[in-house]
Structures are given as C-alpha cells and as structure tokens.
C-alpha cells in the first residue's frame, strides 16, 4: 500500500495537481471574501460554503483531473497489465485522494484563521477547526464516489454531477430530506460543531459518512478490478 500511494504521488510531481490541491482553497477564500467582506458572520458563512460546495466541487476537480490524466496518457494499462493486485491499487488510490482532500481542509483552515484575525470575528479557533475537520469526515465518501464516476464516465460529467448535488444540497439544507442526502451532512454538521453544539445526531453522521466510504471504496475497488 505504501509503494502505491509513493507511486501516486509521483505522478502528480508534472502536473497541475499539486497546484490545484493548494489553489483551490485559496481560491475559495478570496470569492468568499469578496462576497462576505462587509458581513459580521463572514467566517461563519464560509465555512458553510465550504461544507456543502467548494470541498465537494474541489475533490470532485483533484480526482477528476487525476483520472483524466491516467486516461489520456495509457488509459489504466500499465496497471491493468502488471502483477498489481487492482483491488488494492485502487483502495491505494482512493487513500491518495482522501490525504489530498485533508490536506485542503487544513489549507483552508489556516487561510480562514487569516480571515478571522483580518475582520475580527468572534469565532473560536478549536470550534473552526473541528468544525471542518467534522465537514472532511462527512465528505470521505466523495473520494471513491469521484474516483468510480469519473473512470466510468469523465471528468466533466463528474464535475456537473458536483455542482448540480451542491445546488440542491443548499436548497435541502432547511428541510427534513436534509438528512438524507449525503452532500449536506458536511452543513449540518458545520451548523452545529461551530456553535459548540456537540449533539449525538452530528456524529452519527460522520459514522455514516465512513460506513458509506468503506461501501464505496470497495464497490470502486471491484468495479476496477473487473473491468
């Protein structure tokens, strides 16, 4: 497992995608800034923005782009071709890309702490911070549910599916049907954690999120394998 995250993490060194992994949550930052600038509860809003659209929409792009590259350069047949146990390389795969996704929630943090200094918010640094790392483990599951989709389909079908979900996951957000779509546990969370509120009905939404993970890598693992 260690060799494939290694190899994995080899081919993104010519590529944009260690770019992106730092980019977009700077990117993030300063459309949420423009937008939330004179607002007293800015931090608070973009830290929903993030839970429910630009974590979703940025997994969605690193994974996307990761396979569109892998497809283009030998569509998966050197893997296909060599002793590799495809099970687990793509289990290593989907790894890689949780690591990647963690390491844009704790850019984020950091760059939103900046925000929180800059307009002086009342916010507490240990409640933003678990905040989103509760939001990251409400949203594993979108690493092997992109790293399945955009193999199977492509990367802008991917990015549609993200974007369209997030939209109606803004519109879910103050109904009872909430709790049933996946794309807005990371808001409901968020919505709690940040204001200290840490009730049972948050966490089980995180034990949801990993047991949904676990059933997507391993439906992702075989499909790979299989195919």
């Known amino acids: 497992m260690t060799n494939i995250l290694k190899v994995e ?26 937008v939330f600038w004179d607002n007293q509860y800015s931090v608070q809003l973009m830290i929903g923005q993030w839970s429910y659209f630009w974590l979703n929409m940025s997994i969605a792009l690193v994974i996307g782009i990761s396979t569109y590259y892998q497809k283009q350069a030998t569509k998966f047949k050197e893997i296909l071709s060599s002793p ?11 790894i890689h890309g949780i690591l990647q996704a963690a390491l844009m929630s704790v850019i984020f943090l950091a760059l939103v702490i900046c925000v929180r ?21 409400t949203s594993v599951w979108l690493v092997p549910f992109y790293s ?34 996946p794309f807005d546990w ?28 676990f059933i997507l890598s391993i439906f992702s693992a075989y499909s790979f394998k299989k195919q």
Request: aromatic share 16%.
């Open 9 to 34: 993490f080899l081919k993104t060194k010519h590529t944009i995608i260690r770019l992106l992994v730092w980019l977009l949550p700077l990117i993030a930052i300063l459309m949420m800034t423009a």
């Open 84 to 94: 590799q146990d495809l099970f687990t390389y793509e289990i290593g795969r989907i």
């Open 117 to 137: 200094f800059i307009f002086s918010s009342s916010e507490e640094i240990g409640l933003m911070a678990g905040s989103i790392a509760g939001i990251l483990l």
């Open 148 to 181: 399945w989709l955009c193999r199977v389909t492509n990367l802008y079908f991917a990015l549609g599916i993200g974007f369209l979900s997030s939209i109606l996951a803004m519109f879910l957000s103050r109904t009872a049907f909430s709790m049933w779509w």
């Open 186 to 213: 990371g808001m409901l969370l968020n919505n709690m954690w940040l204001k200290g509120d840490f009730v049972f009905g948050t966490w089980s939404l995180i034990i949801c999120s990993l047991i949904l993970g």
